[in-house]
């Protein structure tokens, strides 16, 4: 492997392997730019922004995740108290709603609403057959140009099992329920569910037959995925200079602990009573969307791909957080009726979702690339479909935007806006990566002020 053959996208290979790495100053030519895009409204830049959606369901208590005062020097309340190390990289948006996700003459299902219009700002058909239309997501817009650039388009999350079919809210298909994206009107984007399978998915090389040996091997003789590319990465090695040399070691190492965290979940499954329980699924949730973000970071590192939507849990999820003292379904206890014992257990399960996003972001921080961080170089969405989930309310959303957008984006602020449709915050974060979108969904226009 000559130093001149080495293409944009750099990869450890071996039997069934392709390990994508992230960018090494010491393989980058020139200034930066790596190759000019065909499409020449985007460029293959050696630091892309990255786009991701993660959603939190049932609605939060909006009293302890809106800060007090605008501006820079916001306060951050009880809910968003763990974003503190990352307060600097966030703009706290409020005012933003989905108003297709309102009944709007069709009666009850909120929840699967909610989902449903997340990220195509569209009303869902009412139906629970095969006949589903809501509308292209925002994230799949953006994957039909960028994707040209990376191995995967897009990638998509949950910590749910995924359901296709069947009534789930009030004669809506469970399709809108547990899907966030949407290739068409009428297409999902399944996400995935099983570290494990994701894990193999960005690691693969795709190449017939061999994935399967690969696994097969890696079983048998209890291997490391990096086994299989021991030789590429020491044939690598000789052209990287001594930083470089580091941060490939420091990345293998953060792949190789990903690796043990899946295998501990995979022998915690095989010995769990009788249990249908998925391999790969960690023990507990908490660890399960930790895991899931870390993949999330890997693919980003790597530019694997671009983009991203990760279902924490589908609206109307009644799951327990035994981790945070609540033993009561999420869902139930969400028609609180004002019961403050309930809005307090409330309060308890959105920190906890909060606390894990602001450990993704911690980690996106710790990330070096170029002058910056990979933090830096992303448009990182946290927010639900629902603000109040005692009233089932769709306007005043909790919504967080995390990331400078690779400079463009103001942040370390809370902005409030008059009603505003969601989606010209998406149209705006569309712009900035360079896809020239007219509308999505209800959209009025691009959302101004955010940046820098």
Same mark, same amino acid.
């Given at each position: 492997?000559?130093?001149?053959?080495?293409?944009?996208?750099?990869? +450890?290979?071996?039997?069934?392997?392709?390990?994508?790495?992230?960018?090494?100053?010491?393989?980058?030519?020139?200034?930066?730019?790596?190759?000019?895009?065909?499409?020449?409204?985007?460029?293959?830049?050696?630091?892309?922004?990255?786009?991701?959606?993660?959603?939190?369901?049932?609605?939060?208590?909006?009293?302890?995740?809106?800060?007090?005062?605008?501006?820079?020097?916001?306060?951050?309340?009880?809910?968003?108290?763990?974003?503190?190390?990352?307060?600097?990289?966030?703009?706290?948006?409020?005012? +933003?709603?989905?108003?297709?996700?309102?009944?709007?003459?069709?009666?009850?299902?909120?929840?699967?609403?909610?989902?449903?219009?997340?990220?195509?700002?569209?009303?869902?058909?009412?139906?629970?057959?095969?006949?589903? %239309?809501?509308?292209?997501?925002?994230?799949?817009?953006?994957?039909?140009?960028?994707?040209?650039?990376?191995?995967?388009?897009?990638?998509?999350?949950?910590?749910?099992?995924?359901?296709?079919?069947?009534?789930?809210?009030?004669?809506?298909?469970?399709?809108?329920?547990?899907?966030?994206?949407?290739?068409?009107?009428?297409?999902?984007?399944?996400?995935?569910?099983?570290?494990?399978?994701?894990?193999?998915?960005?690691?693969?090389?795709?190449?017939?037959?061999?994935?399967?040996?690969?696994?097969?091997?890696?079983?048998?003789?209890?291997?490391?995925?990096?086994?299989?590319?021991?030789?590429?990465?020491?044939?690598?090695?000789?052209?990287?200079?001594?930083? #470089?040399?580091?941060?490939?070691?420091?990345?293998?190492?953060?792949?190789?602990?990903?690796?043990?965290?899946?295998?501990?979940?995979?022998?915690?499954?095989?010995?769990?009573?009788?249990?249908?329980?998925?391999?790969?699924?960690?023990?507990?949730?908490?660890?399960?969307?930790?895991?899931?973000?870390?993949?999330?970071?890997?693919?980003?590192?790597?530019?694997?791909?671009?983009?991203?939507?990760?279902?924490?849990?589908?609206?109307?999820?009644?799951?327990?957080?035994?981790?945070?003292?609540?033993?009561?379904?999420?869902?139930?206890?969400?028609?609180?009726?004002?019961?403050?014992?309930?809005?307090?257990?409330?309060?308890?399960?959105?920190?906890?979702?909060?606390?894990?996003?602001?450990?993704?972001?911690?980690?996106?921080?710790?990330?070096?690339?170029? #002058?910056?961080? +990979?933090?830096?170089?992303?448009?990182?969405?946290?927010?639900?479909?629902?603000? #109040?989930?005692?009233?089932?309310?769709?306007?005043?959303?909790?919504?967080?935007?995390?990331?400078?957008?690779?400079?463009? +984006?103001?942040?370390?602020? %809370?902005?409030?806006?008059?009603?505003?449709?969601?989606?010209?915050?998406?149209?705006?974060?569309?712009?900035?990566?360079?896809?020239?979108?007219?509308?999505?969904?209800?959209?009025?226009?691009?959302?101004?002020?955010?940046?820098?």
């Amino acid at each position: 492997m000559s130093k001149s053959s080495l293409s944009r996208r750099y990869f +450890l290979r071996g039997l069934g392997t392709a390990i994508a790495l992230p960018t090494m100053e010491s393989l980058v030519p020139g200034a930066g730019i790596i190759r000019a895009a065909e499409n020449k409204s985007v460029s293959a830049l050696s630091k892309p922004i990255r786009m991701a959606f993660v959603y939190m369901p049932n609605g939060v208590i909006m009293d302890h995740w809106t800060p007090k005062s605008t501006g820079e020097k916001f306060d951050l309340p009880k809910t968003l108290s763990p974003l503190e190390a990352v307060r600097g990289d966030l703009q706290i948006l409020t005012g +933003l709603a989905h108003e297709k996700a309102n009944a709007n003459g069709d009666g009850g299902g909120d929840h699967a609403r909610a989902n449903a219009t997340f990220l195509t700002g569209c009303q869902a058909r009412k139906t629970a057959g095969a006949d589903i %239309h809501v509308g292209k997501s925002v994230d799949q817009m953006a994957a039909d140009v960028m994707g040209q650039f990376t191995r995967l388009p897009s990638l998509e999350l949950s910590c749910d099992e995924g359901r296709k079919a069947g009534s789930c809210d009030s004669g809506y298909s469970c399709s809108y329920q547990y899907n966030l994206a949407w290739k068409s009107e009428t297409s999902p984007m399944t996400p995935e569910r099983d570290p494990r399978l994701v894990f193999d998915r960005l690691f693969s090389n795709e190449m017939r037959g061999e994935v399967a040996e690969q696994r097969a091997k890696r079983d048998l003789y209890n291997k490391s995925i990096l086994d299989f590319v021991r030789e590429d990465t020491q044939r690598m090695s000789k052209y990287l200079g001594r930083s #470089d040399r580091d941060k490939m070691d420091e990345y293998l190492t953060t792949i190789r602990e990903l690796e043990r965290q899946i295998e501990g979940a995979e022998k915690y499954a095989a010995k769990a009573p009788d249990y249908d329980r998925p391999s790969g699924i960690p023990k507990t949730y908490e660890e399960h969307i930790r895991v899931m973000f870390d993949i999330m970071s890997l693919a980003f590192q790597t530019d694997t791909t671009r983009i991203s939507t990760f279902l924490m849990a589908h609206d109307g999820s009644n799951r327990s957080f035994n981790e945070v003292g609540v033993s009561d379904g999420h869902h139930g206890i969400s028609h609180h009726q004002n019961n403050q014992e309930k809005k307090d257990k409330l309060q308890k399960i959105d920190q906890f979702y909060v606390t894990q996003f602001a450990y993704f972001l911690e980690r996106m921080k710790s990330i070096p690339e170029g #002058d910056g961080t +990979l933090l830096d170089n992303c448009m990182i969405v946290l927010g639900g479909g629902i603000s #109040d989930g005692n009233r089932h309310q769709h306007t005043n959303l909790p919504v967080l935007l995390a990331g400078k957008g690779g400079g463009s +984006l103001k942040t370390g602020r %809370h902005v409030s806006i008059e009603q505003t449709p969601m989606t010209n915050l998406y149209l705006s974060m569309l712009e900035t990566m360079g896809v020239d979108a007219k509308s999505i969904g209800d959209s009025t226009g691009k959302l101004r002020g955010l940046t820098a």
